[in-house]
Nanobody
């Protein structure tokens, strides 16, 4: 079993930055793929960024060049550095992890990001 706990959300003005963290505990050796998702009120959840063991990354087109996903194996922590934030980035951000990139069976509780114009 794996537990994921996010932190780092908050309220910022447009153009600001935040760094989200997702600390993993438990059977973390089983994890191969991690991701950040977000969901805004009234909208579908979307995958923002993905990190696969070995360093392979994927980004949603709208955050490409502004967000950076990374993973610290020693600390078992996933990060999302968000720069140049826009009001449309406002959402609940959740981290997910799993044994492969098609099976995110572990989820955190989420952290709210609010960007004002």
């Amino acid at each position: 079993e794996v537990q994921l706990v996010e932190s780092g959300g908050g309220s910022v003005q447009a153009g600001g930055s935040l760094r989200l963290s997702c600390a993993a505990s438990g059977s973390t050796y089983s994890l191969y793929c991690w991701a950040w998702y977000r969901q805004a009120p009234g909208k579908q959840r979307e995958r923002v960024a993905r990190f696969r063991r070995g360093g392979h990354t994927y980004y949603l087109e709208s955050v490409q060049g502004r967000f950076t996903i990374s993973h610290d194996y020693a600390e078992n922590t996933l990060y999302l550095q968000m720069n140049g934030l826009k009001p449309e980035d406002t959402a609940m951000y959740s981290c997910a992890a799993g044994p492969n990139c098609g099976d995110f069976n572990y989820w955190g509780q989420g952290t709210q990001v609010t960007v004002s114009s």
